[in-house]
């Protein structure tokens, strides 16, 4: 079952295509085996909240829009993060990318996955296998890694327009 998911998210990715506007977009690539994924964050800031506020986790996850290249792990991680993380706010997404860190963390040790695990992380479950390979772990988080250093410029207004100053687009190895 959880195989199938993996596939279907990599033959039919959820979120894939870059696309405007968006508040911050970064670049990272997995070193070990070249995967790469270039990653756009669009966030609504709540009523009243400024960017750099320190309000961040109030802000809600408008649109995740992405680029990559890889293989089957590292792209559908990406789709299925994207499920996970928008209409949420910068708080619940936030949740769900430490539940999946947890996750692989796990090393394949199935008592790790709980109901409440299961519950947050919905499909990002079938990861579960992942987390016995440690050379793959970085494949899963890959896109994961590009949503929170993303979404940490967004919140933190660090997002400059590089038709007007300069491009902030970051180089990352994950």
């Not at 959820?14 to 085996?33: I, Q, Y």
């Not at 270039?38 to 960017?51: I, S």
């Not at 996850?61 to 293989?71: A, E, Q």
């Not at 899963?140 to 967004?154: N, P, Q, V, Y």
């Amino acid at each position: 079952m959880y195989q199938e998911i993996i596939l279907d998210h990599y033959r039919r990715p959820h979120g894939k295509g870059l696309r405007e506007p968006f508040d911050a977009e970064v670049h990272h690539v997995n070193p070990t085996c070249g995967d790469e994924v270039t990653l756009r964050v669009a966030l609504d800031r709540a009523a009243g909240v400024a960017a750099g506020s320190g309000a961040g986790d109030e802000m809600t996850v408008r649109d995740v829009s992405y680029d990559s290249l890889g293989c089957s792990i590292s792209q559908a991680s990406v789709s299925v993060m994207t499920d996970l993380v928008v209409g949420r706010t910068v708080r619940e997404a936030t949740s769900a990318y430490d539940a999946f860190l947890t996750l692989m963390r796990a090393q394949g040790d199935t008592a790790t996955v709980t109901g409440e695990l299961e519950d947050v992380l919905e499909d990002a479950v079938a990861f579960e296998g992942v987390s016995k390979y440690p050379a793959r772990i970085k494949c899963a988080l890959l896109g994961w890694m590009a949503w929170k250093d993303a979404t940490a410029r967004a919140v933190a207004g660090a997002w400059q327009d590089p038709a007007t100053d300069g491009d902030m687009t970051t180089e990352e190895s994950a």
